[in-house]
């Protein structure tokens, strides 16, 4: 088992930034992928990008690439998500999941956290 709590949600104007955390405990392992998804109100669960524990592969979706940065840090078995020049559409709730499995896979993922409300104003 896995547990993820996430955290760094908030409220910013947009062009502004923010950094989430997602803390990892148990049963944790270098063959782990993490990745961040978000929800927006009335909209499906998008993915938005996803690391190898190793931080070696990282892989992003298009709406975020070169705006938002995933990077982990093992020591603290946490996983960050810099989002920077934000944009009211990104306005969502954030969560982050892990898995045994490729990067470059957006499925697959077993185990979530709670989630975390980013809001971005105009």
């Known amino acids: 088992q896995v547990q993820l709590v996430e955290s760094g949600g908030g409220l910013v104007q947009a062009g502004g930034s923010l950094r989430l955390s997602c803390a990892a405990s148990g049963r944790t392992a270098s063959s782990y992928v993490i990745g961040w998804f978000r929800q927006a109100p009335g909209k499906e669960r998008e993915f938005v990008a996803a690391?190898?524990?190793?931080?070696?592969?990282?892989y992003y979706a298009d709406s975020v690439k070169g705006r938002f940065t995933i990077s982990t840090y093992n020591a603290k078995a946490t996983v960050y998500l810099q989002m920077n020049s934000l944009k009211p559409e990104d306005t969502a709730v954030y969560s982050c999941?892990?898995?045994?499995?490729?990067?470059?896979?957006?499925?697959?993922?077993?185990?979530w956290g709670q989630g975390t409300q980013v809001t971005v104003s105009s």
């Open positions: 999941a892990a898995k045994r499995g490729t990067v470059r896979t957006i499925g697959g993922y077993d185990y």
């Open positions: 690391i190898s524990w190793s931080g070696g592969t990282t």
